[in-house]
């Protein structure tokens, strides 16, 4: 029996044009060369997202495959020399769907030494427990293939990255900075509007507009309380929280001047957008109904995105009494869930990682701040028969690449939640007492 586990996902490696750069190439080949170099009877197991088949929409067919070793030679032949010490097993996410939809590619990649098993879940023994894994898009409504393994059981996700993402990828190099290539680092895909939004403010903006126009939106929450001290004061309510505004703005002069020109334009921009909002909220509604009826909008049900893949996990459990972990990734967050005396784990992701910040002041857009997370879980036996969960990360650098003005419009994103660096799961039953349901797929 296999005595350790090694476990990533979501690589997202290839696609069109700008879609190609790697950020951990290096990293990941060093990883994979580590594994080679081990001594221990080992696995690795690559639950999803390895590839981005679906960015690529210049070549079709296998002519992806021949595409990503043109682009990776060191990586393929990394994956060929660990893969003869180390046997490494993928299996299909929704960005790679067409490789559990076409035989051929299991042949390609076993030229490289990995197993592509086309299932959308495998199950691994380990000490008295099992560990079930899949990549999770099947909780996912845009992204659940209808009918799996049929090569043309295309979810809504699957369109939207063809029209959005890869054309992301071939615009990319024409921006001032190359940030459209981080759009897969966008989620969840909801994001993707303000996450434009901010970087034309920030990055591709003239210089001299962003700055024009930054003090009025810097000041358009102090616009919001000086419409409430103007219509005290025009109404006769009370006048001295404008006489003492005025006299404020007075003692510093041109620059107070300055700022209550501000704050007069700021004015003149409330009343313009009360004006309209009724007409408009009307108008977006109305649109809104249209859309849902059709099906092409969904009511959000309040619930928190993680619940429905702990859900998953719950019935995962309840089939097999025996599987004391259960492994997806797809959403990018890395994670250790306890359910009950069961663990559930998300992989996460090896793309660059985004996290919204919104500016202290002002309707200002978001800043997104880019980090690195590179992790991978290690899963043994424990001493009483239990399933032994590591986590690591691979130290690299984060990206550091925000501009001045958007550190000083924010405060750094929160740490995130801590990962344990060790958890053991006790084993949940014997392996005679295991049962053969099928768990829900």
Do not use: C
């Not at 001032?176 to 591709?204: C, G, H």
């Amino acid at each position: 029996m296999t005595d350790a586990y090694y476990l990533i996902s979501d690589l997202h490696i290839g696609g069109d044009e700008q879609l190609r750069h790697v950020d951990f190439r290096e990293e990941l080949i060093d990883f994979l060369r580590d594994l080679a170099d081990s001594d221990e009877d080992a696995e690795l197991l690559i639950n999803g997202d390895a590839f981005g088949l679906w960015e690529f929409t210049e070549v079709e067919g296998s002519a992806k495959f021949d595409a990503l070793v043109a682009d990776y030679p060191e990586l393929f032949a990394q994956l060929r020399a660990t893969g003869e010490r180390v046997p490494i097993t993928l299996i299909p996410g929704n960005h790679d769907y067409e490789l559990a939809a076409h035989d051929e590619y299991v042949d390609r990649l076993a030229e490289y030494n990995v197993t592509l098993d086309q299932s959308v879940s495998i199950t691994r023994d380990l000490g008295d427990a099992v560990v079930h894994v899949e990549h999770g898009m099947q909780e996912d409504p845009n992204n659940r293939i209808p009918d799996f393994g049929n090569p043309y059981a295309n979810p809504p996700g699957y369109f939207v990255n063809r029209q959005i993402t890869s054309r992301a990828g071939r615009l990319s190099g024409r921006g001032k900075y190359n940030w459209l290539r981080d759009i897969q680092a966008v989620t969840p895909m909801t994001q993707i509007p303000d996450w434009l939004v901010s970087n034309y403010f920030y990055r591709e903006m003239s210089a001299w507009l962003r700055f024009a126009v930054v003090p009025f939106l810097a000041l358009f929450n102090a616009a919001l309380w000086y419409v409430g001290v103007v219509a005290l004061d025009a109404t006769g309510v009370w006048s001295l929280p404008m006489a003492v505004v005025q006299g404020v703005l007075r003692d510093f002069g041109p620059v107070g001047y300055l700022v209550d020109m501000i704050l007069t334009a700021n004015l003149v921009l409330v009343a313009l957008l009360a004006v309209i909002a009724v007409p408009l909220y009307v108008f977006f509604r109305d649109v809104r109904k249209t859309l849902r009826r059709f099906g092409l909008v969904r009511e959000s049900d309040g619930e928190d995105p993680v619940e429905k893949y702990l859900d998953r996990a719950r019935a995962v459990f309840r089939a097999d009494p025996a599987v004391a972990v259960y492994v997806y990734g797809h959403t990018h967050r890395p994670s250790t869930t306890e359910v009950g005396d069961r663990l559930v784990i998300n992989t996460g992701t090896w793309l660059k990682r985004l996290h919204r910040v919104d500016p202290v002041v002002g309707l200002l857009p978001p800043v997104y701040y880019a980090s690195f997370r590179l992790n991978y879980f290690r899963l043994t036996a424990a001493d009483d028969g239990g399933v032994r969960v590591d986590y690591e990360v691979i130290d690299k650098p984060d990206p550091d690449d925000e501009t001045l003005l958007q550190r000083l419009l924010t405060r750094p994103p929160d740490p995130e939640e801590p990962i344990p660096e060790t958890t053991v799961v006790d084993p949940p039953v014997s392996p005679e007492e295991r049962v053969s349901e099928p768990a829900e797929e």
